[in-house]
């Protein structure tokens, strides 16, 4: 009957929703899959050339996560990777946009932000990581993450370019010594 069809028509199109939202979604820490946050940096990208305004990029590794699956298995290390995911959600403003870049990497696009600005949050950030502390089979885990910082230039004909300066920024960070 009618009701059927519209009830089922509903759940269709809740489900198709649902999947939308899981193909731009990583699943460990339901921040942006990689695809998602490199096309919003795409786009922002596209704008900052268009408008001159300000915008900096971050990039964040967890230090030394290779002892922690080694020491505690990889169910520990997704438990670090889930709570850095938050403590990034938790210091992001609405219009950043942040996502998972790969492996325990996490990179976090600050709009209308300077250099100088984006300090604050990286500061932020770095403490917020250092000061948790979590569980994992009766047992204390600690993590902290170094962070290379790129403010877009005009001068850089493509979003890669901007990754690269984060990048290169972020293994500048752990060459100094890492957890800054």
């Known amino acids: 009957d009618v009701t059927d069809v519209a009830t089922s028509r509903l759940e269709l199109e809740s489900m198709n929703g649902q999947l939308r939202q899981l ?79 790969g492996g325990e990497e996490f990179a976090v696009l600050l709009v209308d932000t300077s250099a100088d600005q984006a300090l604050y949050f990286a500061e932020r950030l770095r403490k917020t990581v250092e000061a948790l502390s979590m569980e994992f089979n009766q047992q204390l885990l600690k993590a902290t993450v170094s962070v290379g910082i790129a403010e877009y230039n005009p ?26």
Do not use: P
Request: charged residues 30%.
């Open 23 to 101: 193909s731009k979604t990583d699943f460990l820490t339901e921040l942006n899959n990689r695809g998602t946050w490199e096309g919003a940096l795409q786009n922002e990208f596209k704008r900052l050339k268009r408008s001159g305004h300000q915008g900096t990029l971050l990039m964040c590794d967890i230090d030394h996560f290779k002892r922690i699956n080694d020491n505690y298995g990889h169910a520990a290390g997704d438990v670090v990777i889930r709570q850095v995911a938050q403590a990034v959600k938790k210091n992001l403003r609405e219009t950043d946009v942040a996502g998972r870049y």
């Open 155 to 180: 001068q850089m004909l493509e979003h890669r370019q901007w990754i690269e300066a984060a990048d290169k920024a972020l293994y500048t960070s752990k060459a100094e010594g890492r957890n800054r």
